[in-house]
């Protein structure tokens, strides 16, 4: 009973700090925009424990800013993602527009949505966590609902069949959590 108390107060505790943060943004003229007022609202309300992905809301707020960082992120130099996402797209050679892509272990979704801005299908696979809830509010936030889709699971349990229709698979997230690569 205790850690379930315990657990329902830490979660009341970080939405009044979201509350809080945002209308203090707000009053300070710094947040304008409706729809970025409401995902702020709702990144800042799902930080705990900081995020995966740095994603860029605005010229002034990104996931970071707002709700810090994971400490088991993979890097946390500036621009780590942008410059990998660039490595990508030169290697494809060609546009997204139209194709099919598929993005194994997603996270937040910072892959995804770079596909779905260029014109891509994606479809997200990432196990139950967090990371569905902050995959749900970018998305609407950006404005692309209606290309990305989250299949919550385990690789290859679910999402099996939108790999072998997939054009593109991204598995960026995957092999540093395999303790053996030959039997995963």
Not at 7 to 22: G, H, M, P
Not at 55 to 74: A, E, Q
Not at 94 to 119: P, T
Not at 140 to 153: H, W
Request: with cysteine; proline share 3%.
């Amino acid at each position: 009973m205790f850690n379930v108390l315990r657990f329902y107060l830490a979660a009341v505790r970080w939405k009044l700090r979201a509350i809080l943060w945002v209308t203090k943004e707000l009053l300070l003229v710094r947040v304008t925009n409706y729809s970025l007022f409401k995902a702020l609202y709702k990144v800042k309300g799902l930080a705990d424990g900081g995020y995966y992905h740095n994603i860029k809301l605005s010229d002034r707020y990104s996931t970071d800013s707002i709700g810090g960082v994971k400490h088991n992120r993979p890097s946390n130099a500036p621009g780590y993602f942008d410059v990998l996402w660039d490595c990508i797209l030169k290697g494809l050679g060609r546009d997204l527009v139209g194709l099919q892509v598929v993005d194994i272990g997603s996270a937040e979704g910072y892959f995804s949505f770079a596909a779905a801005k260029l014109g891509g299908w994606v479809t997200a696979i990432q196990p139950p966590h967090y990371f569905v809830g902050r995959f749900a509010a970018l998305s609407e936030y950006f404005g692309l609902s209606d290309r990305v889709e989250m299949i919550t699971g385990y690789y290859p349990a679910v999402g099996r069949s939108a790999v072998l229709k997939a054009d593109i698979v991204l598995c960026l997230g995957l092999i540093y959590h395999l303790d053996n690569l030959i039997d995963g």
